[in-house]
């Protein structure tokens, strides 16, 4: 990391700030730039708080259901890259399994997985396991009193309001 930061500063043998004054002149990188913010943004939003949900309603199943979704959150989480791209594309893309099924049935509109909404699902789809991975272990160090005490407090914005 270092060296990349050092080289930074290099252009062409020389000590210089062309590499960063290119970047910002380039609209086509700023445009990435802001693309990936963009999708790194509202995927992580949206997969944590549908991962919060998830784990939150893993309270109140018995543990043989709980340790079944844990297990397969774990294994989904793996599931990434080239082989989950592949799969979405043959589920969801243009002439995907899915896509037809749901195009010959009327209920898909525009969806293009290739487009920004099409990529930010299947950010999504990759986020949600891993939140629920990262979270379920907090939602269960959380005693039953803190869950009633929410519950109260709840009940009393209610009132309030």
């Given at each position: 990391m270092v060296w990349v930061l050092i080289n930074s500063f290099i252009y062409e043998g020389e000590w210089t700030i062309e590499?960063?004054?290119?970047?910002?002149?380039?609209?086509?990188?700023?445009?990435?730039?802001?693309?990936?913010?963009?999708?790194?943004?509202?995927s992580s939003l949206i997969g944590l708080i549908l991962a919060a949900i998830l784990v939150s309603s893993l309270r109140h199943l018995n543990s043989r259901i709980r340790d079944a979704i844990v297990a397969f959150t774990n294994m989904s989480s793996n599931f990434s890259g080239v082989p989950l791209a592949f799969a979405f594309i043959i589920i969801l893309g243009t002439n995907g399994a899915v896509t037809l099924l749901?195009?010959?049935?009327?209920?898909?509109?525009?969806?293009?997985?290739?487009?920004?909404?099409?990529?930010?699902?299947?950010?999504?789809?990759?986020?949600?396991?891993?939140?629920?991975?990262?979270?379920?272990?907090?939602?269960?160090?959380?005693?039953?009193?803190?869950?009633?005490?929410?519950?109260?407090?709840?009940?009393?914005?209610?009132?309030i309001g």
């Open positions: 590499n960063y004054s290119e970047i910002f002149d380039s609209a086509f990188i700023l445009q990435g730039f802001s693309n990936s913010l963009w999708i790194s943004f509202w749901l195009r010959q049935w009327g209920l898909l509109g525009d969806f293009d997985l290739y487009s920004k909404s099409g990529l930010l699902a299947l950010y999504i789809y990759f986020q949600i396991p891993l939140g629920a991975l990262l979270l379920y272990p907090a939602f269960d160090a959380l005693k039953k009193d803190a869950y009633e005490a929410s519950q109260l407090l709840e009940q009393a914005l209610v009132n």
